[in-house]
């Protein structure tokens, strides 16, 4: 079994009866939908809420019963994977570009699980670029303001070469910073600039992580 797939099977479990249920987008989220969607059709009955186009086809073809973010009153619990997590159990998430939907359902949810193998586990934030999404109108002028930072943007393209256009109708610049010293004060800095809907930074949201290792994942309560 690839490490994905433990870490997402293993997360399936913490999904009880009757939960209202984040379900994330990626790689590593996939394995959870799917295990979930297995459980579904053994007879639990949970309302999962999507965090992407792509999650949403996926659960939908598993005949997982959906709501919107909208249309719950609270999300139990949320199970996403990750692009980075440093020791501090900060995180960066963006790399499939469902940053915005993820961030939303998240900061409903009671709890917030990430589930990734153990490459991504980091020292410090930065080596994987980071991910902003931008309102189309003015992009160009915060292009222009993170090259002077010497953040290296580059803007995210799709297979086609065309710029990639969210879920949300926005574009992707990524930031090849390299080493984030100080996140907080970096996502501070990204809330106040205008034009910018949301960044990749996930800064003290989560409360579980399960960490995929050849020998089995390890389960780490942060808060
Ligand atoms: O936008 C995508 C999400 O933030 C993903 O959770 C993140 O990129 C990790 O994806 P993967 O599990 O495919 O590495």
């Given at each position: 079994?690839?490490?994905?797939?433990?870490?997402?099977?293993?997360?399936?479990?913490?999904?009880?009866?009757?939960?209202?249920?984040?379900?994330?987008?990626?790689?590593?989220?996939?394995?959870?939908?799917?295990?979930?969607?297995?459980?579904?059709?053994?007879?639990?009955?949970?309302i999962g809420v999507t965090?992407?186009?792509?999650?949403k086809?996926?659960?939908?073809?598993?005949?997982?019963?959906l709501k919107s973010v909208d249309e719950v009153?609270?999300?139990?619990?949320?199970?996403?994977?990750?692009?980075?997590?440093?020791?501090?159990?900060?995180?960066?998430?963006?790399?499939?570009?469902?940053?915005?939907f993820?961030?939303i359902v998240?900061?409903?949810?009671?709890?917030?699980?990430?589930?990734?193998?153990?490459?991504?586990?980091?020292?410090?934030?930065?080596?994987?670029?980071?991910?902003?999404?931008?309102?189309?109108?003015?992009?160009?002028?915060?292009?222009?303001?993170?090259?002077?930072?010497?953040?290296?943007?580059?803007?995210?393209?799709?297979?086609?070469?065309?710029?990639?256009?969210?879920?949300?109708?926005?574009?992707?610049?990524?930031?090849?910073?390299?080493?984030?010293?100080?996140?907080?004060?970096?996502?501070?800095?990204?809330?106040?600039?205008?034009?910018?809907?949301?960044?990749?930074?996930?800064?003290?949201?989560?409360?579980?992580?399960?960490?995929?290792?050849?020998?089995?994942?390890?389960?780490?309560?942060?808060?």
């Open positions: 079994m690839n490490l994905k797939q433990m870490v997402g099977e293993k997360a399936a479990e913490y999904i009880k009866e009757g939960m209202v249920v984040g379900l994330g987008t990626g790689s590593t989220a996939y394995y959870m939908v799917e295990a979930l969607g297995r459980r579904v059709n053994e007879g639990l009955n949970i965090t992407s186009t792509r999650t086809e996926q659960a939908e073809g598993l005949g997982i019963p009153d609270v999300i139990d619990i949320t199970i996403d994977g990750a692009d980075e997590i440093s020791r501090d159990f900060q995180g960066i998430k963006g790399g499939g570009g469902a940053l915005l993820e961030k998240a900061d409903y949810s009671k709890k917030v699980i990430w589930i990734v193998d153990e490459s991504k586990m980091v020292d410090e934030l930065g080596a994987f670029p980071l991910p902003i999404e931008v309102m189309p109108y003015g992009s160009l002028q915060l292009f222009k303001i993170f090259e002077a930072k010497g953040y290296q943007p580059e803007f995210r393209l799709d297979e086609a070469g065309e710029k990639y256009v969210t879920d949300g109708g926005h574009l992707l610049i990524d930031l090849n910073m390299k080493e984030i010293k100080e996140p907080h004060a970096l996502a501070t800095w990204l809330d106040g600039l205008t034009g910018v809907v949301e960044h990749g930074l996930f800064l003290d949201r989560v409360n579980t992580v399960i960490v995929g290792y050849e020998n089995g994942p390890v389960v780490k309560e942060v808060r």
